[in-house]
């Protein structure tokens, strides 16, 4: 039999994989999507406008983004180096490291918080510490950059780790024969490689710590005035709509769509940064 | 003495050791580092670069030690086997990035002095991955250069070249070696390649320097199935290959010459024509792009010949006559045990 219509043109064949393919991909983004839609829907273009008028609320999203902001920064500065050192280092015990990793990302919240708190109670030897050194952890900021650093900072170690063992070590050494010394070697040539799954990392720890809850409810419910936040007294996000749902359930799902538009806009412009170029990936940082 | 310089060089990996290797290479000079997979060709171009500590031995480059410096201090351009070329920088930043490491205040100038020397002037704005494999081998050695090395170590630099390209930047290697002036060793797999830059030849094979000189004494030297091949001879018998061949008088002949690692017949050991002598018979005729290679089926053993000209002029199962010339023929040394 030829492949041909009663015309005599070619007949298409159907392939189904792509179809397949589109048709599993396409139900997750529904699964992504649809509830979105239901929480905007719900919100309503009124509701959305008095939940981004509320005065409290936006301190709560400017106070988030700036605890979560600090919780990254200190991820990168510890979790690059953790995810180096797995890359590039053979010892003993690395496997037992590596699960220590994943550790924060399948805890239940809720013990995330109880665990620092018994780490850090002022009866604990490092609570005594802390509290001696007079660095306020309950309902201050430093236990909200704690439990941000303690659920996010492993997708930091995780993608660079796995960016870093990517590099292509011959680049490294023809760095190192060029007259670069191994600081030189990392900066201009393994970090700029990894560097965009770096952000990646970074950006999955930003949401993760920005969607957390149960860690705060135990560390850190309010956080009351201390440094580096000079105040008012507030909630993160989080925490402040899960207040309000029993409160006033309309107005927390207006809250919870602003926060979620908040979070899409911030994605959007790291991938559109990415794309147009970070500087230093581009290889215009160093040297 | 002013060049490169390697005495009793041992480095040991693992199960694995390489050395003793003593070399020496001067000014404007290329030595070929030759040898099967896993010899320690690239091994040793590490250790010297600076990238393996040595066990033993000295390495001086113009007189200085550098086998005691960090490699960014040793003044080698190293050129690894895939460039290296970093993905996330131009060209014109690949070819800087050695000087702006070192602050040259004539970065600039120097870098495009390298652009243009390589004709690399158009591909100054792309990135490796827009390059063809014969334009980024020219980026790489551009910058391996514009570092002002004292020596050159090149992994395989012309590797998966068409034959034009190799050719193209072969000529090229020759100029800049005649006008630099820097000592260059090379790892190859291609004959043609060492044959054309190297003057020296040093062969490895298991760690081991199995010859170390003027290529025109390697036809005389003793013969591993390495050498022979990289020789261009076709037809190596192993013993095992010979266990059963002594009932046949091409066989006697072979195994009178046979040394512990079998024997190998240069193309001038061996001569043939079409004929019905000796029970000798053509097995298969091939194209190949050197020209055709007839097999010819003798008892249990089969010798490739190749032929000239646009057909062979032989079919399969022709008859034909084989005889060998004894004492063209050539003993090889037993395999080598790496240590």
């Not at chain 1, 979560?68 to 015990?93: E, K, N, Q």
């Not at chain 2, 004709?119 to 827009?130: H, K, M, N, V």
């Not at chain 2, 170590?153 to 070696?177: F, I, K, M, S, Y």
């Not at chain 2, 001038?268 to 089926?297: D, E, H, K, N």
Request: net charge positive; proline share 8%; glycine share 10%.
């Amino acid at each position: 039999m030829s492949a041909v219509d009663a015309h005599g043109a070619p007949r298409r064949r159907i392939r189904f994989g792509p179809i397949v393919a589109g048709a599993l991909s396409a139900s997750l983004v529904a699964l992504f999507v649809l509830p979105l839609v239901a929480l905007f829907g719900d919100a309503g273009f009124s509701g959305l406008v008095a939940a981004a008028g509320n005065r409290t609320f936006q301190t709560t999203v400017v106070y988030t983004l700036f605890a979560s902001a600090i919780a990254v920064g200190l991820g990168v500065l510890t979790g690059v180096p953790l995810g180096y050192v797995l890359a590039r280092y053979r010892f003993r015990g690395r496997a037992v490291l590596e699960s220590v990793v994943l550790v924060p990302v399948v805890i239940p919240h809720l013990v995330v918080g109880l665990s620092l708190l018994l780490l850090l109670e002022p009866n604990a030897p490092l609570g005594r510490f802390v509290a001696r050194a007079g660095i306020p952890v309950f309902d201050a900021t430093a236990g909200v950059v704690l439990v941000m650093l303690y659920v996010g900072a492993s997708y930091v170690v995780l993608s660079s780790e796995t960016a870093f063992r990517a590099v292509d070590p011959q680049l490294v050494e023809a760095a190192r024969s060029l007259g670069a010394t191994p600081t030189e070697a990392f900066l201009s040539v393994t970090l700029p490689s990894a560097g965009r799954a770096i952000v990646t990392g970074a950006l999955l720890m930003w949401a993760r710590g920005v969607s957390e809850v149960g860690g705060f409810l135990v560390l850190a419910y309010a956080v009351y005035p201390s440094f580096p936040w000079p105040g008012p007294i507030t909630n993160t996000s989080s925490v402040f709509i899960f207040n309000y749902y029993g409160i006033d359930p309309s107005a927390a799902i207006g809250f919870a769509a602003i926060l979620v538009l908040v979070s899409l806009v911030i994605f959007l412009g790291v991938r559109l940064l990415d794309r147009t170029g970070l500087a230093w990936s581009r290889g215009g940082w160093f040297p | 003495m002013s060049g490169l310089a390697l005495d009793g060089v041992v480095v040991r990996r693992g199960g694995f050791a390489l050395g003793p290797v003593g070399l020496s290479v001067a000014p404007g000079t290329a030595t070929a580092l030759l040898g099967p997979s896993g010899a320690g060709k690239t091994t040793l171009l590490r250790a010297v670069a600076g990238f393996l500590p040595l066990d033993a031995g000295s390495i001086r480059l113009d007189d200085r030690r550098v086998d005691g410096l960090p490699p960014e201090r040793r003044r080698f351009g190293f050129v690894p086997p895939n460039l290296g070329l970093f993905p996330h920088r131009r060209v014109r930043q690949n070819v800087a990035y050695p000087l702006a490491i070192a602050g040259r205040p004539d970065a600039a100038e120097r870098t495009r002095h390298w652009i243009e020397r390589f004709g690399l002037a158009r591909l100054a704005d792309r990135y490796p991955a827009e390059l063809s494999t014969g334009e980024r081998q020219r980026v790489a050695m551009a910058r391996a250069l514009a570092a002002e090395p004292a020596a050159l170590l090149w992994d395989e630099p012309l590797a998966a070249l068409d034959v034009e390209g190799r050719d193209t930047l072969l000529q090229l290697l020759q100029e800049l070696l005649d006008t630099v002036r820097l000592p260059l060793v090379l790892v190859t797999h291609d004959p043609s390649t060492a044959a054309a830059l190297a003057a020296e030849y040093v062969v490895l094979n298991a760690g081991r320097v199995r010859f170390a000189g003027d290529p025109r004494a390697l036809a005389a030297a003793p013969l591993d199935r390495f050498l022979a091949r990289f020789l261009g001879y076709d037809n190596l018998y192993s013993p095992a290959d010979l266990a059963t061949v002594g009932a046949r008088p091409i066989g006697r002949t072979l195994l009178a010459a046979a040394g512990p690692g079998g024997v190998a017949v240069p193309p001038s050991a061996l001569t043939w024509r079409p004929g019905p002598t000796g029970g000798c018979a053509v097995a298969a005729v091939r194209a190949t792009p050197a020209g055709w290679v007839v097999a010819l089926q003798d008892g249990p053993l089969v010798f490739r010949v190749r032929v000239d000209g646009p057909v062979p002029g032989v079919r399969v199962g022709d008859p034909v006559a084989l005889e060998l010339d004894a004492a063209a023929l050539r003993p090889l040394d037993g395999p080598v045990e790496a240590t």
